[in-house]
């Protein structure tokens, strides 16, 4: 069993702690395989190359990709991103994005708008939600190049149409860029059947693999301009990066160590895993909320619907600073949960929650019920204290 002294409730900034097997394919990896893949043809390059191999097709069935090489391998999903969004617009794009948005979506289309390309937010609603007649309405008024939206709130956990989303995009004209980062591992993201053109994933949430892994998925067709050019293993006697995907996008060596464990995460995902933890931590969102709902002074951002939204339950207490409560929890209680902003401003103003921000409580995989209760009884009690 996986374990830990604290109560850990910031599973959406990682997940923790990661499976036993993880740790095991890591150790394996850097015993036996850590060779440089595709660079040389000797026993140890090959073991490597086998990895990262294995990884791609094992993330692409996951995600429902039907071809692996339209995996590029990225530092995070921030990373993952930037590579979509910068590869792909140009000064005099138009690019429709929401009022939810991560700083990793945000801060690069600032930069772009700054350089010429028009961005429009779509104002979401109080609870997070997004009214589907609102993008199409954006899109009927003018030309659009991209549609850039998260599937799921990283600040209160409300989930996103994006399928229909992308329905929409595709009539009108233009792509979609889905950020995955809640809700890879956790919901179906399956990119052929939601005609999801990019898809930016992180390694180390909801897929359970270690930090500095993530992934970007690029549609058949798609071609975006690499943002860095370096080694790639082919096509060595070419000074123009490679054309053809992956390497496209893997400029220099990738985190062959992390994707070790990223693969042993995904062989547990795989075998059904993936339906449990949603099943499991659904029904501890449920618990959370019921709970929260009978405490004083607690106020729940969000839809308070735990089919509606990933294990990310935002709250506010009378007389607490989110800071000073994250911290009492932390110090008096041991339990481990993010205070602030959560790096998505945008998303505070629309919940209104800005500037202070809220208190983030996101349970995982291995939370189980009597830590649910223990938080609710140090939430009860210090609410009860600043009354």
């Known amino acids: ?39 040389s043809g000797h026993g140890l390059a090959l073991a490597a190359q086998g990895v990262v191999s294995d990884t791609r097709r094992a993330l692409a069935s996951f995600l429902g990709a039907g071809d692996p090489a339209r995996l590029a391998f990225t530092l995070n999903a921030t990373d993952a991103l930037n590579l979509a969004l910068w590869g792909l617009l140009r000064p005099g794009d138009r690019v429709v994005t929401t009022s939810m948005e991560h700083n990793a979506v945000a801060r690069p289309l600032f ?20 009214d589907l007649a609102d993008l199409e309405c954006e899109l009927r008024s003018m030309p659009t190049r991209l549609v850039a939206m998260t599937h799921a709130s990283n600040v209160c956990g409300t989930v996103l149409p994006i399928a229909e989303a992308a ?21 179906p993201v399956d990119v052929t059947a939601r005609g999801i053109d990019l898809l930016a994933v992180p390694g180390h949430k909801g897929l359970l693999g270690p930090t500095g892994t993530g992934a970007l998925y690029v549609a ?64 501890l969102t449920a618990r959370l909320l019921d709970g929260l709902r009978d405490i004083p002074g607690v106020h729940v951002q969000g839809t308070g619907d735990a089919s509606r939204q990933v294990a990310v339950v935002s709250v506010t207490v009378d007389g607490w600073e989110p800071v000073d409560l994250g911290a009492a929890l932390d110090s008096s209680f041991k339990i481990a949960v993010r205070a602030g902003l959560h790096c998505a401003p945008l998303a505070h103003h629309s919940i209104g929650t800005y500037p202070q921000g809220t208190v983030r409580l996101a349970p995982g995989p291995t939370t189980t019920p009597s830590e649910i209760d223990e938080t609710l009884a140090a939430l009860r009690e210090l609410a009860l204290a600043a009354g």
């Open 167 to 187: 329905e929409l995009a595709h009539r009108h004209g233009a792509l979609i860029l889905v950020d995955a980062a809640q809700t890879a591992g956790v919901l």
């Open 220 to 283: 058949p067709g798609l071609e975006l301009t690499p943002t860095r050019q370096g080694g790639t293993g082919s096509r060595s006697e070419e000074l123009r990066q490679p054309r053809q995907m992956p390497d496209r996008l893997e400029a220099g060596t990738v985190n062959t160590v992390g994707i070790a464990g990223l693969g042993a995460a995904l062989r547990l995902l795989r075998n059904g895993g993936a339906a449990e933890v949603r099943a499991h931590e659904e029904a």
């Open 111 to 130: 930069a772009l708008a700054e350089s010429g390309v028009a961005v429009h937010r779509i104002p979401c609603a109080r609870d997070g939600s997004l």
């Open 1 to 39: 069993m996986w374990g830990s002294d604290v109560i850990y409730l910031d599973n959406a900034a990682t997940s923790f702690p990661k499976p036993p097997e993880v740790a095991a394919a890591i150790s394996d990896f850097l015993t036996d395989k850590a060779g440089n893949p595709g660079r």
